[in-house]
């Protein structure tokens, strides 16, 4: 469990960085437009400590999980019931819809900047991934029973085609699976020049909340985990060895070794490893074990999760970092498109609580380029979600203004009244249920 000093931690470093950046887009575009900046607000709630310089009170409140720009006349804008006629040039409503458009773009548009940038950084710098992600997807392995198994995946089949997208790597294809789970994918497959139309649906795991798919690329077996007091560790394995052969057959990854496990059972099994350059044999004798409540499994005690380093000069990082930040996009869209069909679930969804969890176990365990990677998924994903076009929420008043621009005259306040009305009834209802999601998620067992 993380600790609340490392969630509070990394609230502030999260949440705090992706709401100041979102507000100040929103404040810098007010400024330039010559609309008066009341108060920059990180949090909500009671002003804690501030000051004030010019007209605008800069402030942090009590309840962190928020902040706001208040500009002078845009109450009308949500409760346009309030709003009394007068001429003030520095106010919100006197100001041309073009502008408008521009102050609640802004917001939106810094954090998905902000994403690009660190996700730039994080190109240039150091960037750790799986082994062979970045590769065309080819099937290094399938394991029985699996979905990939059922699907009628084969080792050595090139997946040509996931969905709507040709020719992905092999992360496009591990996402693609991580988000549809008990979804059918609709697959290409070339297998010995011929080409093959199948559909695999992975299985859920955590509850609904990933999909799995039982398959992996083919990769170096190099021992990153050893279990202790297993067979491996007791018959002298060791990190970094890396796994050439197993009874004398190349096996290419964890999946394949697991597979081969099960068929030799408690038999020794003689594996040949390269040690620092050298060439070893081991002898080991894999152990039934209870790998769950439900699962024995014959193993000897390591697991194989090779990594390569990404470092891209800048002028390359740019477009893959921008390539990156479409695909994830198109990965939320989808999403949102599949829970409004009611064909996902809301488990996927992860409310403020969730958040902050999963912010203070990546300050407690990962590298400052893994946050800034992480940080600038969040950054992209509280972007895209106000530019929903929901009232209350950037994409609301900017899908008003749309819509007053061609109607060329504004809604009628009524109309307006219960929209915002309806939409406040309904993110209180999706919060309530998303941090109840979060709370269920922290319950043993879960």
Known sequence: MVSGLYMMVGAALVLGVMILVHEFGHFAAAKLCGVRVEVFSIGFGKRLIGFRRGETDYRISALPFGGYVKMTGVNAVEMPEEHSAGDDPEEFLQHPRWQRLIIAFAGPVANLVLAVVMLTAVLALHHEVPWGYNKPAVVGAVLAGSAADQAGIKEGDRIVQVGDESNPLWKDVANKVLVNPGQAIPLKVQRAGELLTLSLTPKSLAHGQIGDAGWAPSHPLQVTILEKGLPGEQAGLQLGDEIVNVDGVAIRSTIAMQAHLQVVKDTPVHLDVIRQGRRLSLTVQPRLTQVDPATKLYRIGFASDPMEVEQLPL?????AALED???ESLMVFDLVGRLVERK???????????MVRISGEVVRTRSLNELMQ???LISLQLGLFNLLPIPILDGGLIAMLVVESVMRRDIHEGIKIRLYQAAFVCLVLLMGFVIFNDVVKLLPGQ
Do not use: N
């Not at 002028?315 to 477009?319: G, H, L």
């Not at 996902?344 to 969730?354: F, L, W």
């Open 374 to 376: 992480f940080m600038s």
């Open 344 to 354: 996902a679930s809301m488990k996927q969804v992860s409310g403020p609580i969730e």
């Open 315 to 319: 002028q390359a990082a740019v477009p």
């Open 325 to 327: 930040c479409r695909k």
